[in-house]
């Protein structure tokens, strides 16, 4: 039992990282508001980059740099590059994303999808 219990505690943060990816998901399926839709998925993307240096971490690991190569464990960079390109690609979907709202809210008056599928129907 205290091995399961450890080796949860160890793994925590793919459950965290879990969390927040269903939170992000759950957020976004139950709001009908577009900026609260925009947060869920900020949320879920938060949860992916978690994920993603989750898995790159090496505990006691070093930069891979070219001198004493052979004497310590080396880090795979290639998870940290693609968190940074991910929250580049991120920020950039959710200023999109807001300047649509925003374009959105000036035409309907409203950023509610449920009264804006009743405009829609209605005209």
């Known amino acids: 039992m205290l091995e399961l219990v450890s080796k949860l505690t160890q793994n925590i943060h793919y459950f965290i990282s879990l969390f927040l990816f269903l939170l ?3 957020t976004m399926l139950a709001n009908s508001n577009l900026v ?3 947060i869920g998925l900020n949320i879920m ?3 992916i980059f978690l994920f993603l240096v989750s898995i790159g971490y090496i505990r006691g690991g070093k930069a891979p740099l070219i001198h004493h ?15 940074l390109t991910g929250i580049v690609v991120s920020f950039s979907i959710s200023v ?3 300047a649509l709202i925003i374009k959105i809210h000036s035409h309907y008056g409203t ?7 009743k405009t829609e129907n209605k005209e």
């Open 24 to 26: 992000g998901f759950y």
């Open 36 to 38: 609260k839709k925009m």
């Open 69 to 83: 190569a052979n004497e310590v464990i080396r880090v795979n960079p290639l998870p940290h590059a693609l968190v």
């Open 96 to 98: 999109f994303g807001y």
């Open 45 to 47: 993307d938060t949860s």
């Open 111 to 117: 950023i509610d999808t449920k009264k804006i599928t």
